[in-house]
């Protein structure tokens, strides 16, 4: 509403206290009757969409945002997209290549995964938001309540019409009751059972393509795992498929017939005249209750290329909301194609049929995780993952400050409260409002018709909100401008305090109603919070911190229509949500279930040194790399399965040429390398501080936790002098190339730990290297190998140079080195893929030498 307009406008009629707007917001949208107390937005945002009625307490919209996006698949809090979003999200967990959706394409969207089936809907059906609590939701829809919507379990969502065709074909008919075709083929049209509120069960493999040509498969089939005896198909299990149109049905056929079910490739080399099968399986898991069937996946050579006919490229992949083979599938190689379509599957977000919302990839990306755990629980001697939120607000915003109290309770509810690490980033109401600000009084008479007798009574709502979280808001503040504020709190952020001088500018501006931009304030409010008083007026005029809170603002109001809002993530996965609004215990404590939940599927353990066990948090389980050797079962080749050639490389020249001149730079990523140092972190702290520990092939950075290296003997070994002579953690250091010496200088069993990190792909005879490394491990010692996908493609060996990406090849080989070492030499060999969300890929494999006894 502007300036020009001081009066109410229409519907607002009994919303308690409705949106607070700013200067130039022309008018309010339906919807908002009765919805208790709704968003606060700015100045700039022109009009409010519909769907916030009901929703408790909303959120508050900032200035420079028109529109919220929206269709946030699997976030737990679904949200709207905007119109001209054309990027492929990954909200389509399932769909091996995600989708490309947009609004333009008027298609039902598939994928509400996270909630475990994918939601089918249409675009003329209004749609289930997710639990969308205090944030935006599309109108005329029943909103589950949050716990419902993150409990694994979703629905088919109908179309308006919702039909799969059968066949036109008696013989067809016979073997499938259910199928899609073209409107030509159609008979009968036969309905889908299904209905909004209709469960079809839990994933066994999500929504997907096969990346190859064409799959056959039977029928799956049941049995007792004690007596081995078939039994009836469970309730809620089997195959489901889905048509271009979004349509889901069940596919049932005679238990001796063979079903043809089309690949990417294969639509792709038809020009798209068939089409791939978007399927998913479902299985109740009933205990004692084993599901097997035969699946024969048919490839052609590896290296063949993924080309359409000439003409055919745009019928041949698919677009819209249903594009799982779009044209990144294009010219790329079969075995390209299979790789990624494997990387997916074995995702975690593959597994609990998740997605990210395009803004949650992006504020993931603008706001990095924490590197490592804050803390390390006495009690356990191992850190624990932890839940990192990021709040996007105004610190004046109440119902900011009224949903933080209840994310607190929510927190100290479920045991969180000690792993939570909580940071703030401006998102400001109006950057324009005066130095001497302005009474609230009169801002709430001109901007709502609300009266000071109103506004300070017993039944104002957002008092009752606040009594309800705790605190009693004071009526005589000001409105005020939190510049000043802001650039405080990223000070804060420096020293580790910035969740104390949150805490304290809030008490003091919504209980004290002080000022909280004038400088006395803030300081007095610092000091309170423990920052020093002598440097606070420094810490806030510092001109690169204001600019910095200038320029994330900015990015941030570009990005978000209303305040406040929370990312949510798991810091060692990175999965969680993004959600908007005030929310009540109930709902932070289901929003904080959701992000523990997709966090689940990450960890692992693998054996450590003398007898330990080493919990490695960033191990991704299901990773091709780390199921390597697990997938061997036991298997290994009766002799060394390499030859000569197989160690051959590009540039023949001695490795000392190359490293004649220091090279101090890193290799891979920050957020890889930390995950790197995390890995030894956790290694290390299972053995006694003093311990002795070898890094081979090592330079300026051996990327050891430098905590727990207390009284530690640390030989580095390399081929430039000045690169380990730079390494300030080494207490020695070795010059030698071992290409052309394997024998190293130290003792027997004089180490607990050999590290190699980044090298092992160089070596062009890793039996004598690894030999040695057996020679100088204590018995019960660790060695731990690190590779990744970058190398000197010149320098690296066939083996490895031949496919620099495939990740658990490189594995598989690295094992190989292990199991063909001194008979009995090794034991305990283990693969683990501890790489980060966004970065370069670490992959481990770690083995013990054997003869430890205690």
């Known amino acids: 509403r502007t300036h020009s307009t001081p009066v109410k406008s229409a519907g607002h009629a009994g919303d308690g206290l409705a949106s607070m707007r700013t200067h130039s917001t022309p008018v309010k949208s339906a919807g908002h009757a009765g919805d208790g107390l709704a968003s606060m ?50 909200g389509h967990a399932g769909d091996g290549l995600a989708s490309m959706r947009t609004h333009s394409t008027p298609v039902k969207s598939a994928g509400h995964a996270e909630d475990g089936p994918a939601s089918i809907r249409t675009h003329s059906t209004p749609v289930k938001s997710a639990g969308n609590i205090g944030a935006m939701s599309l109108s005329n829809v029943t909103l589950k309540p949050l716990g419902q919507n993150l409990d694994s379990q979703n629905s088919i969502r109908p179309h308006t019409t919702q039909s799969v065709s059968t066949a036109n074909n008696d013989a067809m008919l016979n073997i499938f009751s259910a199928t899609s075709v073209s409107d030509s083929q159609v008979n009968e049209p036969a309905e889908v059972e299904a209905t909004p509120e209709e469960d079809v069960g839990e994933y066994w493999l999500p929504w997907h393509i096969d990346s190859n040509f064409v799959t056959v498969l039977h029928k799956e089939m049941y049995a007792d795992e004690k007596s081995c005896a078939f039994v009836p198909e469970p309730d809620g299990a089997g195959l489901l498929i889905m048509n271009p149109d979004g349509d889901v049905a069940k596919m049932t056929t005679r238990d001796d017939a063979m079903v043809l ?35 024969n996946f048919w490839y052609v050579p590896w290296h063949t290329s993924c080309d359409a006919p000439s003409g055919l490229e745009d019928y041949a992949v698919s677009k819209g909301w249903n594009a799982m083979m779009d044209s990144s599938y294009l010219d790329i190689t079969m075995k390209q194609g299979f790789a990624a379509f494997r990387q997916f599957m074995t995702t975690p977000e ?149 969740y104390e001088v949150v805490k304290v500018l809030s008490s003091r501006y919504f209980e004290q109603a002080e000022d909280i931009s004038d400088e006395r304030v803030l300081r007095d409010a610092a000091v309170e919070a423990g920052l020093p008083a002598d440097q606070v007026e420094a810490m806030i005029q510092d001109p690169q911190r204001r600019a910095r809170v200038q320029a994330t603002y900015e990015d941030l109001s570009h990005r978000l229509g209303e305040v406040p809002h929370f990312l949510l993530r798991d810091r060692v996965s990175g999965n969680g949500v993004e959600v908007g609004g005030n929310r009540s215990v109930e709902d932070w404590e289901g929003v904080l279930q959701s992000v523990l939940d997709k966090a689940r599927f990450i960890g692992m353990s693998i054996p450590g040194p003398y007898g330990t066990t080493v919990s490695l948090l960033e191990g991704i389980p299901y990773s091709p790399s780390s199921l390597a050797l697990p997938a061997q079962h036991a298997w290994s080749p009766e002799s060394w399965p390499y030859t000569t050639e197989h160690f051959s490389r590009i540039d023949e020249s001695p490795d000392t040429t190359m490293y004649s001149q220091p090279r101090l730079v890193n290799h891979l990523d920050d957020s890889s390398l930390a995950r790197l140092t995390e890995a030894y972190r956790s290694a290390f702290r299972t053995v006694p501080q003093g311990f002795a520990v070898l890094d081979l092939c090592s330079s300026w950075n051996s990327h050891y936790p430098q905590e727990l290296l207390g009284g530690a003997r640390i030989a580095v070994h390399g081929l430039n002098e000045a690169e380990l002579k730079a390494n300030t953690i080494a207490t020695e250091h070795h010059t030698q190339d071992l290409n052309q010496n394997a ?90 893929d501890v790489s980060p969300r966004h970065g370069d890929p670490v992959w481990l494999v770690t083995a013990v030498k054997a003869g430890y006894t205690k």
């Open 41 to 90: 937005r700015t100045h700039s945002t022109p009009v409010k969409s519909a769907g916030h009625a009901g929703d408790g307490l909303a959120s508050m919209r900032t200035h420079s945002t028109p529109v919220k996006s929206a269709g946030h698949a699997g976030d737990g809090l679904a949200s709207m997209r905007t119109h001209s979003t054309p990027v492929k999200s990954a």
């Open 350 to 498: 593959a597994r609990v049929q998740f997605a990210d919302s395009v803004r949650f990839k992006e504020l993931s990306e603008i706001f990095p995780l924490p590197t490592r755990a804050a803390a390390v629980p006495a009690e356990s001697g191992q850190p624990t993952s932890e839940i990192v939120v990021d709040v996007l607000t105004d610190v004046r915003c109440p119902f900011s400050f009224i949903s933080q109290l209840n994310l607190d309770s929510a927190l100290k509810r479920l045991g969180l409260d000690a792993r939570a690490v909580v940071r703030y980033h401006p998102v400001f109401l109006n950057p324009h409002v005066p130095k001497e600000g302005e009474s609230l009084d009169d801002y709430l008479l001109r901007e709502y018709g609300y009266s000071k007798e109103y506004a300070h009574s017993e039944a104002y709502p957002l008092r009752l909100a606040g009594l309800a979280a705790g605190v009693e808001l004071n009526p005589h503040r000001r409105v005020v401008n939190t510049f000043d504020a802001f650039c405080l709190i990223d000070a804060a952020e420096d020293l580790g305090k910035q």
């Open 743 to 832: 024998q190293l200088p130290w003792e027997d069993s004089s180490f607990d730990f050999v590290t190699m990190a980044l090298s092992v792909q160089y070596l062009t005879d890793p039996r004598a290297v690894f030999a040695e490394m057996h020679r100088v491990l204590k018995p019960g010692g660790m060695a731990i190998i690190a590779h990744s996908h970058r190398c000197f493609i010149e320098k690296a060996v066939k083996v490895f140079a031949d496919e620099t990406y495939d990740g658990e090849g490189h594995t598989h080989h690295v094992c190989r080195y292990f199991q063909n070492g001194p008979v009995g030499g090794w034991e305990n060999l283990a693969t683990a």
């Open 261 to 295: 079910q089309m690949g990417a490739f294969g639509q792709i080399y038809a020009g798209g005249h068939v089409n791939a099968c978007r399927h998913a399986v479902t299985s109740p898991r009933p205990p004692g209750i084993a599901r097997f069937n035969f699946c």
